[in-house]
């Protein structure tokens, strides 16, 4: 039988451990690296609502929130969370606090190095500096 | 009567050859070797290959998971606004429609340079214009809901039984034009339906379409790019994938990147 399907037993063990242990691997999300707080919900809203000053303001105090608690905590802000609040600044005329944000985004992240040149580029020159 | 038994007896070889075949049959694994190579730190998520409702969806739910699985993930409103204003949202859109017509065609094709050379193209223009080690190219395949009238009075009275249907495709392309990763996956959500108690419930604690898109969206998401460590909590399915590797910014980095070398086992 085992030359015939060599696999039989491996699979039969394969079929018992994972019906054993199928019920203790309800794993838990592991540790998340950054704080989210509502970033989904209110990052929806605003794209849904894109002309509603009220869903992006609370767009903005959520990606303030999520800058400030990770600061509070000594962690780094989740990817992009500083720039695109640095782009709510820019689209609001707040040009030199946006460039701010980039380059803190850019200290933050190396990787977002040459973007956030061209975003500092970009509010340079509607600042008219 | 010896034409029965040499039939059956035939029969029989057939089952057992065709079941161990199966069961002999080698695991294909994925091919890890150019994303291994490329190492890609960042991720820019590409103007969607089809507007509307759902891609905000899918824009709004893309970040977390893929920060989560160690990547620096290009600021996704930011980025969107800025592609589109450079014209890309408008080239992502011309793609899908020259490949639109192509019967029977996915999202695969669209590397294929024979075909679509405007792709990769455009990854490589994207990655040299955000500075980008790799993009991503998502393509939503179906999304939709059904009412399902096959429940009943009761069911559509209280509370419609709603079917929701995701199926979306992956394709991860590095800043030099190698295809990393794709990937391809369909998830179905019903909400409503179930006994009388539970339609009251259901129609007191209704969720809204957009919820449950979001959801969904959500899990989708977090199914394609952690793929095995995570259960599709509303049909309680485990669904085996080739999840992306980690990124640097990950814990298990060092250890995944070893464990997807060529020949590494």
Partial sequence: MRDVCPNLPATALVIVLTLTFAGLAEAKDPPRLYYWTTYEQEMYLAYDQPDDEDRQMKLAATLLRIIQKSDEAGRKPAPGVVAEYGYFLLQRGEYYSAIDHFRREAATWPESKTLMERMIRIAQAEAGL | ?265
């Fill in chain 2, 1 to 265: 009567m010896t034409a029965i038994v040499r039939a059956l007896a035939m029969l029989a070889i057939l089952t057992t050859v065709v079941g161990c075949s199966f069961g002999t049959r080698k695991v294909a694994t994925y091919d890890y070797t150019p994303y291994v190579a490329n190492n890609p730190r960042s991720v820019l998520v590409a103007p969607m290959l089809a507007q509307g409702e759902h891609a905000r969806h899918y824009l709004a739910t893309v970040a977390q998971p893929l920060a989560e699985r160690g990547y620096y993930v290009m600021p996704i409103r930011l980025t969107q606004d800025l592609l589109a204003a450079e014209g890309y949202q408008e080239r992502a859109r011309e793609l899908r429609s020259t490949w639109r017509t192509e019967e029977g065609g996915s999202v695969w094709d669209l590397i294929d340079e024979t075909k679509h050379p405007g792709i990769r193209e455009m990854a490589i223009e994207l990655a040299e214009l955000t500075g980008a080690d790799s993009v991503l190219f998502v393509y939503i395949r179906d999304w939709r809901h059904e009412v399902d009238v096959s429940e009943g009075f009761l069911a559509n009275l209280v509370d419609e039984r709603m079917n929701h249907h995701i199926d979306l495709d992956y394709l991860l392309i590095g800043a030099e034009g190698d295809t990393l990763w794709r990937a391809r996956k369909g998830v179905e959500y019903t909400r409503g339906g179930g006994g009388f108690f539970t339609e009251i419930w259901n129609a007191r604690h209704k969720a809204s379409d957009d919820e449950i898109d979001t959801a969904i969206a959500r899990d989708v998401n977090r199914l394609m790019i952690e793929a095995q460590r995570t259960r599709n909590e509303m049909t309680g399915n485990w669904f085996p994938s080739y999840p992306m590797l980690v990124g640097p910014y990950h814990p298990a980095y060092e250890a995944d990147r070893m464990r997807r070398q060529p020949g590494a086992q």
